[in-house]
DNA sequence: ACAAGGAAGTTGAGACCTCAAGTATTCCGC
DNA sequence: GCGGAATACTTGAGGTCTCAACTTCCTTGT
């Protein structure tokens, strides 16, 4: 039984049969699970030995320093970093114990929240993106021609959008 | 400061100048994170409700199915599910709590240890594949056309094999 | 033979993430 | 303008993953 394939013994198809994944399918299939995993990986392990910090915490500080006053709502930083209300929320609270990020109150909607990076953040940030990007251009642009760069980005974008 | 653009301040140079994403391939990698995530995480979620199990474990049931005997050794079980030895280790620890698999001596080479799949193990794969399947499907292979699942493996295959 | 070094696995501590539940506020239909 | 539903965010508990240290065993060079 592969993590696809179809299995040695079927088991009793409850509703619609299962469409296995033909040959082509599964090699894409575990290739990409493979690529994802090394590449996330290598990010993974590179911020957290050059910034001692995970990368979902690098996307957060990033997000920021790019948003008009350093400052976004939780709701929209959430999005953006593709990340759960808990798990930002978890995230800025251990980047506000490091004096990265701050918090404030939405001026409006009393029950939003804004987050703001603080100038230690963008320092943090800046000192860390040298890194970053180095080891992006390894893990990924390095390996790619024009071509495939833009079929990679085609496909992404079919894969993160809809339903 | 995006997730890889230049910095609107840029640092000091220690070394080499840094070669920043131009818009291009700022977009491919913003839109592969979101596809990594999003894929991943409906996958987590997916196996987590219908099987009670991480993608992570999945795999790892998934691989000994497949294997002669269902039984492999750690260090090869932790090459084909790209997981660290120690975070097989734990998994497998935790496999064994559930019924799911047991350990075994290796014949010839003693510091080594096979993990091999139950006959409840095996019953949990073959319950949890149809659904993951159709996971795979709908949030992959459904979206992309033939070309595009040919251009997913070559660049997957790239950004996998390699130093 | 034997010691040094490498390889295979395990373990414990700490960090991060998920899930579910909880509070506070705003939105919407009647 | 009121009550129920939806939204925004937080919190705590539990599970998984990482890192570093450790044990055991194989391998290699001399």
Redesign the pocket.
Known sequence: MTDSASPAAPAAEGGAATRWLDAGEQRAWRAFLQAAARVD?GL??QL??EAG?????YQVLAMLSEAPGRTL??????GLTT????????????LEEKGWVR?EK?P???????AVLTDDGWAAVVAAAPGHVAAVRAAVFDRLDAAQVRQLRQISERLADGP
């Open positions: 990986d993974e392990r957290q030995r910090m995970p990368h979902a915490y709502r939780m709701s929209e930083l959430a990340s759960s209300a808990s798990r930002l929320s978890h995230a800025v609270a251990r918090r939405h409006t909607d009393r029950r939003g929240a804004l």
